[in-house]
């Protein structure tokens, strides 16, 4: 099954892309990098290959288009958590998915609002993964992260990938970090997004059974 959603958040409608395969493991709730959306297809591709792999996705606009248009709300992190907070909840409460196991896909800056989000909401989250992201600007929260997380990071990245380290350290979760040869921050290159999605997918895979 395949819907467009709509989750009421704060006196705003989000729109959203809900998938649910027949049989379900579990369902990843993605967080978007600053200046993207449930449209971008590097994330569309990872919630193809986690639907393959029998897991529910839900890719949601953490902003309006009128708020995504201001470039310091893109980088808000405590309000794009607490969105990703209430959607988590809205997911809870429908039928279609309330009792599936939860894990959170992070990109970018998308990474530290998921992460935020799995330190607040410990035992809910069953798994986090970011890609290219910038888990150190939720640092302060890493120590809290209960999650299974794990980080997977473009080769070619480097100021990302020295961010991750500082990051991984923080974390005193069951805990992993990737990299993947010869990928920029946006695994545009040949091939380097669906090595991302692989790992994701065997990650979810494995915390969401």
Sequence with gaps: MQKEVRIPINGVNLEGSLAIPETPKGIVIFSHGSGSSRRSPRNNFVAKVLF????????FDLLTEEE???YETRF????????LKIATKWITEQKETGKMKIGYFGASTGAASALQAAAA????IKAVVSRGGRPDMA?????DVKSPTLLIVGGWDEPVIN???????QLNCE????IV????HLFEEDGKIEEAAKLAKEWFTKYLK
Aim: aromatic fraction near 2%; glycine fraction near 2%; hydrophobic fraction near 45%.
């Design 181 to 184: 040869p010869e990928a920029t």
């Design 76 to 83: 808000n992190i405590p309000l794009l958590t607490e969105r």
């Design 68 to 70: 995504d248009e201001i």
């Design 163 to 169: 961010m991750n380290q500082a990051a991984l350290v």
């Design 175 to 178: 805990k992993k970090m990737e």
């Design 52 to 59: 393959d792999a029998d897991i529910a996705t839900l890719l």
């Design 121 to 124: 909401l410990g035992d809910q």
């Design 139 to 143: 640092m302060q929260y890493l120590s």
